[in-house]
């Protein structure tokens, strides 16, 4: 995970390195990322590994519909 100061920065990071922006997150798509990722206890028994579909749903529920995340 990189972070940038600004848009205009994560664009000239991205020319510098041929790279496209369709990966890109805001600060407020990583915490909801990171909230319905991390909620569940992984010490508990009734964990489980999110399925394709359910981090599919997850994706998409934060916005997440380019190219790059579908998976």
Same mark, same amino acid.
């Given at each position: ?28 798509q990583? /915490?909801g ?11 508990s028994?009734? /964990?489980?590994?999110?399925s394709?579909?359910?981090?599919q749903?997850l994706?998409?529920?934060l916005?997440?519909?380019s190219?790059? /995340?579908q998976?």
């Amino acid at each position: 995970m990189s972070l940038f100061r600004s848009e205009e920065h994560v664009r000239e990071w991205c020319a510098k390195n041929n790279l496209g922006m369709d990966g890109l997150l805001s600060l407020a798509q990583v /915490w909801g990322m990171a909230q319905a990722w991390y909620s569940e206890d992984r010490r508990s028994a009734e /964990w489980k590994r999110k399925s394709k579909d359910e981090a599919q749903t997850l994706f998409t529920s934060l916005g997440l519909t380019s190219a790059f /995340w579908q998976l």
